[in-house]
């Protein structure tokens, strides 16, 4: 072989190898553009009566919250700034039925502890992003959903043995979201934990595996997302101890939206939308896609 064509091989493998990571790491999996699915864009002229349509129509498109560091849910690409995952796919289905194709989408990142006020203040036109459905939120705001039905966890170090369940949390640093159902949680029931909280599960997560806390608390399937990731360094441990149905976030007093958002939900997870989605996003940290909850029309 000529050197010129020796030198193009070794380039070529040098890029190869750089992509891999650390030795003995599994390549990073993440969501392939290529296995999801596309979503036919109604006219979305059927849906009158929504103010918050209304709006998203005369401003030209709609505004969706979401989160943007949880791996195959909700995650940002710090270089392009474009979304993926389960929820950003939830998200652009139902935007799909309301009129909206994905160039008509702006997707915001909103922490735990502001959704409510975010969706009471206008901010965002509905939210997608591991947001629990239950009786206190209801009084703030509005649910479609649930689509997913996730139970909370506990994620540690790998090499520690020391926690199995919330009864092995005495005197242990736990870290999880402010606002979040698992953080109000561990506070009630685990008074004996030393809760930690941050704005987001991924500032938990650094904090674990340099050493500051023992323990990331949410629900499964944002830890399995962290862990996915990270194998060699993390795992989650013990069953779920809690249920968490996720809704997409409305604002309280938008019924026409609310409704709009289940119908267009029940469509995809019966066109085989729903499981295509998730196959290709939250399906790759290694949880084959279960029935989809049913949806609750409150
Ligand atoms: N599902 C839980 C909640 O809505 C935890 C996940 C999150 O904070 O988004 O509070």
Not at 37 to 53: C, F, K, N
Not at 163 to 187: F, M, N, W
Not at 255 to 283: F, I, K, M, P, S
């Amino acid at each position: 072989m000529a050197a010129t064509a020796v030198l193009a091989v070794l380039a070529a493998l040098t890029v190869l190898l750089a992509g891999c990571g650390r030795p003995g790491t599994p390549p990073p999996k993440g969501p392939q553009p290529s296995a999801l699915p596309s979503y036919r864009v109604e006219s979305g002229d059927a849906v009158t009566g929504s103010p918050t349509l209304d709006a998203a129509r005369s401003r030209g498109h709609l505004v969706v919250g979401v989160k943007e560091d949880q791996p195959y849910l909700g995650q940002k690409n710090p270089a392009t700034g474009e979304y993926s995952g389960f929820d950003i796919e939830i998200a652009k289905m139902l935007a799909a039925d309301l009129g909206f194709g994905p160039d008509r989408i702006e997707f915001r990142t909103i922490a735990s502890a502001n959704r409510e006020t975010a969706l009471q203040n206008g901010q965002v036109d509905y939210y997608v992003g591991t947001y629990t459905i239950n009786d206190n939120r209801k009084k703030l705001v509005g649910f479609a959903g649930p689509y997913f039905l996730a139970g909370q966890s506990l994620l540690v170090r790998k090499n520690d043995d020391r926690i199995h369940g919330p009864e092995d949390l005495d005197g242990k640093k736990v870290c999880s979201a402010a606002g979040s159902t698992p953080y109000q949680r561990i506070q009630k029931q685990y008074p004996q934990a030393r809760l930690i909280g941050y704005d987001t599960y991924s500032a938990c997560v650094d904090n674990l595996i340099t050493g500051q806390v023992d323990a990331v608390t949410t629900d499964n399937t944002i830890l399995m997302g962290y862990a996915a990731k990270v194998p060699e360094e993390l795992k989650v441990v013990g069953p779920p101890f809690s249920q968490e149905p996720y809704g997409i976030g409305t604002p309280k007093d938008d019924t026409v939206l609310r409704g709009a958002l289940n119908d267009a939900l029940a469509r995809h997870e019966e066109n085989g939308d729903w499981q295509q989605a998730y196959d290709a996003t939250l399906g790759l940290s290694g949880v084959p896609a279960p029935a989809p909850p049913p949806i609750d029309r409150y």
